[in-house]
């Protein structure tokens, strides 16, 4: 049976009758089996591989005052998450305080308030502001989660990296959003993972890593730190590092498994001894656990330029 093909920004990925209305797709079309009907008055086409935004937007689209948010907008903002909040896959959506709320399969609906400024519009979707984001993220999340969520959203390096990195939002945004919503649910969550939040951490894993180090009772690490070689030129970027004792440490994930990667590490490793710096390299099964590996290594590191314990 012969079907009228989808206006083509219908098949980038769901849509909600709403939108198809719109571009003249009669209610026939959209009932066809081609669709796959993932919630009440959205769409999807069988075999999408659409992502993000797209995947989500027939949601933000279903009226003019649903916006995505929680883990759902956090996901948008390519925010990383811990592992409680990784798993959790359902959608997000609330409308302002007064409408009704959001109620739909596999969704979690939230009645919220929104000052100006804390709704926007990204990858074709509505949805909370990343300051905004990780503030809600407080009312599901553990003090550990919200310092991995807000390193991300905060982190930024400069022009001497590799690849510059703009934050998407700043640790003075997120007080103000503290300091604006304190009646908000998880504000004690919110005001404790502030006092650790540091700007230039890239990942999960290097924020656990952090948080492991510190709690240890172990210095902390600085972050964005440069090594620079002998014709002034940045040449080894340390994850973390100690300047004081000129001590690199590297998270190696799974990314350092191939042979490229392989020989990338030990050049790297090379130019850190050759700037008169011990690397540390630090693996997933050191962070693992309730006693991880890479306390003691890397306490042992610090012992061996002359470190000790006050």
């Known amino acids: ?15 909600s009758l709403r939108m198809s209305d719109k571009a003249g797709v009669t209610r026939t079309r959209t009932a066809a089996k081609d669709l796959a009907t993932v919630s009440r008055g959205v769409r999807v086409s069988l075999g999408s591989d659409a992502k993000g935004g797209a995947a989500l937007r027939a949601y933000t689209e279903l009226d ?4 995505l948010t929680h883990v759902s907008a956090a996901r948008i903002w390519q925010t990383a998450l811990g592992w409680r909040l990784a798993e959790d896959w359902r959608i997000h959506l609330a409308r302002r305080a007064g409408f009704s709320m959001p109620r739909r399969v596999n969704v979690v609906g939230h009645l919220l308030r929104f000052l100006p400024g804390e709704l926007v519009e990204y990858d074709g979707v509505r949805l909370t502001s990343p300051a905004r984001t990780w503030l809600d993220l407080a009312a599901m999340a553990s003090v550990d989660d919200l310092v991995i969520a807000g390193d991300s959203l905060v982190c930024a390096h400069g022009p001497e990296f590799p690849v510059p990195r703009e934050p998407l939002c700043t640790l003075s945004e997120l007080r103000d959003m503290v300091a604006k919503h304190a009646g908000a649910r998880g504000i004690r969550t919110a005001r404790a993972a502030l006092e650790l939040i540091r700007v230039g951490s890239d990942s999960q894993p290097e924020t656990t890593m952090r948080l492991a180090l510190v709690r240890a009772g172990l210095p902390e690490p600085k972050l964005n730190h440069v090594l620079w ?4 030129t940045p040449v080894v970027w ?6 004081e004792w000129r001590i690199s440490i590297q998270y190696d994930g799974a990314g350092h498994g191939g042979a490229e990667q392989y020989q990338r590490d030990i ?6 001894g050759e700037c008169g710096w011990l690397e540390v390299r630090v693996s997933k099964a050191d962070l693992d656990g309730p006693r991880p590996a890479v306390v003691p290594k890397v306490r042992a590191a610090l012992e061996s330029r002359g470190w000790r314990a006050r």
């Open 1 to 15: 049976m012969h079907r009228a093909p989808l206006p083509e920004h219908l098949t980038a990925g769901s849509f």
């Open 64 to 67: 003019d005052s649903s916006a």
């Open 267 to 272: 050049r790297r490793q090379s130019l850190t």
């Open 238 to 243: 340390p994850d973390a590092a100690y300047p």
């Open 229 to 232: 070689g002998v014709h002034v």
